[in-house]
C-alpha cells in the first residue's frame, strides 16, 4: 500500500504539472516552437518524439510522451500509425529515468530494501544502500547510452520504409548524420548525469540539453539529410496508416512566449537539483517521514519521505506556474479535475501489480524456512545459464514491462531475482540489474497498456496487434545489443 501510494503521488504530481501548462497555453507555445523548425518529417520525428518526448517521459513518465506527441504529430500530418510508431519506440531508452527516476528510486528499491544479502553485496563493494543504487543507474546509464544513441536513426528507417511512397531504408539512412547527431546530443548528457547526480535527472537533463543543441543546428541547416522526405499525398495513404481521429492544433490562446513557457521545465531540474545536491536542503526534506515498522507484526517496515519524493517539487512548481502564467483559479481546478480520472484508471491496475510483486518479492518472510520465489528461481537460472546470464538478463526485464505494462513495476517484481542469479554466478550484481532495467525500457514499447494509450489519442484502437508486430525488431534489437554489451562488459570489464 505505501508503495503504491508513493507511485500515485508521483503520477498525481506529473499529470497535473501537464495540465497545469496545458490550461496555461505553455504546451500549446511549446509546441509551436518545434514546429516551425524543418519541413523533413525526419527531422521532425527526431525533435518532437525524441528529444520532446523523452524530455516529457523524464518529467512525467507513465505514457505520458505518447498523449502529448501522438496528437502532435497527427495534427502537423503524419499518419495515425507513424506517430504511435515513433512515440511508442522513444520510450526505451529514457524510460528507466522516467518520472524522475522512478523505475530505480522505487523500482529497483522496492525489489532489493531490507534484504541481508543486497546490503551485505553493497557494503562488500564500500557502498552505502543509496550510493549502491545510484551504481545501478551509472551502468544502466552508460549501456542505454550506447543502445540508444541509434534510436533516432532506427525512426528515420520506420518512417521511409512503412510509410513511405514506396518502401525505402536508403532514404532513412539518408538522415544518419543528423540522427546520429541527435542521438548523442541525449545519450551523452543522459549518461554523464547518471554518473555525476544519480537516477532523477538523466532523462530530463538529457531531454533540454538535446533539445537546446538540436534545434540551434536544425534552425541552421546543420547536418540536414540534402533532400528533404515528406509522406506521400494523403490520398494515397493506406487505410491501416490513418486512425478515426485527426487532433488540430488549437489557437484559442495567445501564443506565450517561448522563454516562458519552458520556464516550469527549468525550475522542475533546478529544485530537483538543489533538493539533491544541497546536504541542508536535503536534510531538512528527509526529515519528515511517515513510518509503519514491524507490518503486521512481521519484521518488514515501510517509509515514505513526502517533501522528499519528486511530486512535491512537482506541485510547488504547479503553484509558482499559477502565478507566473497568470492563471485564473478555473485553469487549475480544472487541470485538477482533469487529473484524478487519471489516478482512479492506473490505481486498480498499480495497485493489483504492486501487490503481486510485493508478494512475490517478501515470500520469503514465512515460517517454513523457504527462500523467497526470487531467489528459489535464481538458484534454478543460475545453473541453467551460467556465466551467459548477462546475455538473457534483458530478456527478462523485457518480459516484466510487456505483462505488468511498467518499467517501474518490472525492476519491482524481477530486481531481486536478477539480484539473485548475479550473487549465485558471482557476477557483477550492479551490472545484471542495470540490464534488468535496459530490458524492462525494452520491453515499455510493447507493452499492452502504453500501446492502447497512445492508439486511443488518435483512434487506432483495435490494431494494437499490427503495432505489436512492428515494434518487435525495435525491441529485440534493444536487448539484443543491451545482452551482447552486458557479455562484454563481463567478459572484459571485469565484473
Known amino acids: 500500500m505505501f508503495i503504491a501510494l508513493e507511485i500515485l503521488y508521483i503520477v498525481f504530481g506529473a ?204 534552425r541552421a541547416g546543420w547536418l540536414l539529410p540534402p533532400e528533404s522526405w515528406d509522406f506521400p499525398p494523403r490520398e494515397q495513404w493506406d487505410d491501416s496508416w490513418q486512425g478515426s481521429t485527426t487532433p488540430q492544433l488549437t489557437g484559442d490562446r495567445p501564443l506565450m512566449n517561448r522563454t516562458k513557457a519552458w520556464l516550469p521545465y527549468v525550475l522542475v531540474g533546478l529544485l530537483l537539483v538543489i533538493s539533491r545536491v544541497v546536504p541542508p536542503v536535503q536534510s531538512a526534506l528527509r526529515a519528515v517521514q511517515i513510518r ?52 482512479r484508471k492506473v490505481t486498480l491496475a498499480l495497485g493489483a501489480a504492486v501487490l503481486m510483486a510485493r508478494v512475490f518479492i517478501n515470500s520469503g518472510t514465512n515460517d517454513s524456512g523457504l527462500a523467497s520465489m526470487p531467489l528459489t528461481l535464481a538458484d534454478t537460472m543460475s545453473a541453467i545459464a551460467g556465466q551467459s546470464w548477462p546475455l538473457f538478463a534483458p530478456l527478462v526485464g523485457l518480459i516484466g514491462a510487456f505483462v505488468a505494462g511498467s518499467v517501474t513495476v518490472s525492476n519491482m517484481m524481477f530486481s531481486l531475482f536478477q539480484f539473485g542469479v548475479a550473487d549465485q554466478l558471482s557476477l557483477s550484481t550492479t551490472l545484471v540489474l542495470a540490464l534488468q532495467c535496459v530490458g524492462a525500457s525494452a520491453g515499455n514499447m510493447i507493452c499492452v497498456s502504453n500501446i492502447v494509450a497512445a492508439a486511443a489519442t488518435v483512434g487506432l484502437l483495435g490494431r494494437e496487434g499490427s503495432i505489436i508486430r512492428k515494434l518487435l525488431l525495435p525491441s529485440l534489437y534493444y536487448i539484443g545489443l543491451g545482452g551482447l554489451l552486458g557479455l562484454a562488459w563481463q567478459v572484459w570489464g571485469g565484473g
Not at 318 to 339: C, N, S, W
Open 15 to 218: 499529470v497535473l504539472l501537464l495540465n497545469t501548462l496545458q490550461a496555461s497555453g505553455a504546451i500549446q507555445a511549446i509546441r509551436r516552437s518545434l514546429l516551425s523548425i524543418s519541413g523533413d518529417r525526419r527531422v521532425q520525428v527526431i525533435i518532437i518524439a525524441w528529444l520532446f518526448g523523452s524530455f516529457i517521459e523524464g518529467a512525467s513518465g507513465f505514457g505520458t510522451p505518447a498523449v502529448i506527441c501522438v496528437p502532435l504529430l497527427v495534427a502537423i500530418g503524419f499518419p495515425a500509425m507513424a506517430a504511435v510508431l515513433a512515440a511508442l519506440i522513444i520510450q526505451s531508452t529514457p524510460s528507466t529515468f522516467g518520472a524522475v527516476g522512478t523505475p530505480v528510486l522505487i523500482g529497483i528499491d522496492a525489489g532489493l530494501a531490507g534484504v541481508e544479502a543486497v546490503q551485505a553485496q553493497a557494503a562488500a563493494l564500500g557502498l552505502s544502500y543509496p550510493q549502491y543504487l545510484k551504481a545501478i543507474g551509472t551502468v544502466a546509464g552508460t549501456l542505454h547510452g550506447i543502445v540508444g544513441t541509434l534510436i533516432p536513426l532506427i525512426l528515420c528507417i520506420m518512417l521511409t520504409v512503412f510509410f513511405g511512397d514506396r518502401p525505402s531504408i536508403r532514404q532513412g539512412l539518408a538522415a544518419w548524420k543528423f540522427a546520429l547527431f541527435a542521438g548523442l546530443a541525449f545519450t551523452v548528457p543522459y549518461a554523464l548525469t547518471a554518473r555525476v547526480l544519480g537516477p532523477e535527472f538523466p532523462t530530463i537533463i538529457g531531454g533540454l540539453l538535446g533539445l537546446a543543441i538540436v534545434v540551434p543546428m536544425a
Open 292 to 343: 509503519w515498522p514491524e507490518i503486521l507484526g512481521t519484521p518488514l517496515t515501510a517509509t515514505i519521505l513526502p517533501l522528499y519524493l519528486p511530486p512535491t517539487i512537482l506541485l510547488a512548481v504547479v503553484g509558482i506556474t499559477y502565478f507566473l502564467h497568470q492563471m485564473k483559479p478555473v485553469d487549475l481546478r480544472g487541470a485538477i479535475a482533469e487529473a484524478l480520472p487519471v489516478i
